[in-house]
């Protein structure tokens, strides 16, 4: 199966596969209204042996034959609680 992957520039880290190069129409509105613009990035194709850098091939295989689009967003980020304001500057 072939994936189109667009990278939003609008939200770090966030990418959107498709089925059919440059077909949005199959993402709803209010996906793209937060993550529009795109940017065409990669056509790769998506067999059982592919592994993803962040994702699960079969899900997004599943979104793309049942919807026509896959959304990966970019992982929670976790602080280092050494990192915030303990309240102890006196």
């Known amino acids: 199966m072939q994936a189109y992957v667009y990278k939003s520039l609008r939200k770090d880290g966030a990418y959107v596969f498709l089925a059919a190069h ?8 209010a996906v793209r ?7 065409f990035v990669l056509q790769v194709e998506l067999d059982a ?4 850098a962040r994702g699960n091939t079969a899900e ?8 026509g689009f896959h959304v990966q967003m ?3 980020v976790t602080l280092d609680p050494l990192t915030g304001d303990w309240g ?3």
């Not at 209204?33 to 940017?39: A, D, G, M, Q, W």
């Not at 997004?60 to 919807?67: E, G, H, I, P, W």
């Open 22 to 29: 440059d077909d949005f129409q199959c993402v709803p509105e």
């Open 49 to 52: 042996q592919r592994k993803l």
């Open 88 to 90: 102890t500057d006196g």
């Open 74 to 76: 970019p992982p929670p």
């Open 33 to 39: 209204v937060v993550l529009e613009p795109f940017r």
């Open 60 to 67: 997004v295989r599943s979104s793309l034959a049942s919807q």
